[in-house]
């Protein structure tokens, strides 16, 4: 029980973030918002639904051989320690393509104070940890790459028919153009997701659910979906993407609906949809 409230208390601590310039009235800041809408139901009558919402500062510095160099912070002053040493981050970000740190060193010592700081939290890197709710720790700074993709909005050039893929999809699909007027394109393109990176994304949700529970993965996964010996459930999932670009050619707004239906054991089968939206806004509307 001491060691939850230890967890409890690094995870929430507010620590004040690194200076950066002035926010408000700088035309070089935008805010990028995140938010999600989760709705699940079940062929045995379970349902459930979540949201979330969050938000990441992005500064553009200037462009260097065909890479835009940017910088991301947190839109607040006071940021849990589990998060702290992540941002600021600045990185050359070439569109559709790579992101590459250039402030790695720096981010090496925020995290290493951190660790230094709570050493029972080094124990728990790559684990997950349970106080009020269940959060993975992660102790690598390649994780900031990620970080900074899950909010990435430089996509790169986009047209009628170009090929897009994201990560999970199995392959890429022509976008095609649902409106266009003076202000605003909109694309939108549906992708067939992969099987294994479903599954792995469900054990991984399952891992927090361990935490919480102090039950074996294994076994709840197999409880959950109602399996039997070697049963091995079926996923399948697909997603609509619709990408707003404003005028200026900056990507506005990004929406993703995902459904996903996992079938288990005695025709058990469960249904997620799960519609994710990435925003540009200016920055004093945080």
């Keep these: 029980m001491k060691y939850l409230y230890f967890l409890l208390l690094i995870a929430n601590a507010p620590v004040c973030a690194s200076k950066a310039p002035p926010l ?43 890479f835009l160099e940017l910088e991301y912070s947190f839109p607040g002053a006071h940021i849990s320690e589990n998060d702290a040493w992540k941002l600021p981050a600045r990185v050359l970000n070439k569109p559709g393509s790579s992101i590459k740190l250039l402030n790695e060193s720096e981010i090496k010592v925020r995290l290493e104070s951190y660790l230094e700081k709570y050493p029972k939290i080094r124990k728990q890197c790559g684990g997950v940890v349970f106080t009020w709710t269940a ?72 891992e927090q659910v361990a935490a919480i529970t102090g039950g074996n993965v294994r076994s709840i996964i197999s409880s959950s979906l109602r399996l039997n010996g070697e049963d091995k459930p079926e996923f399948s999932g697909k997603r609509l993407v619709t990408i707003e670009v404003a005028s200026n050619g900056q990507v506005a707004k990004l929406k993703r609906e995902t459904i996903t239906v996992i079938k288990g054991g005695d025709s058990y089968q469960e249904t997620r949809k799960v519609i994710e939206t990435l925003e540009r806004r200016p920055f004093d509307t945080y």
Excluded: Q, W
């Design 24 to 66: 408000v009235g700088n035309p070089s800041l935008s805010l990028i918002v995140y938010e999600a809408k989760t709705e699940s139901n079940s062929s045995a009558g379970s349902s459930g639904s979540s949201s979330s919402r969050s938000a990441i500062v992005e500064r553009y510095i200037g462009k260097k051989a065909g």
């Design 135 to 206: 959060f993975p720790i992660h102790c690598d700074i390649n994780h900031v790459i990620d970080v900074i993709e899950s909010y990435n909005l430089r996509l790169g050039a986009l047209s009628e028919g170009k090929l897009y893929k994201e990560p999970d999809a199995i392959m890429s699909a022509p976008l095609r153009a649902i409106s266009t007027n003076s202000s605003t394109l909109i694309y939108e393109v549906e992708l067939i997701l992969e099987p294994d990176i479903l599954i792995s994304t469900y054990k991984k949700d399952m």
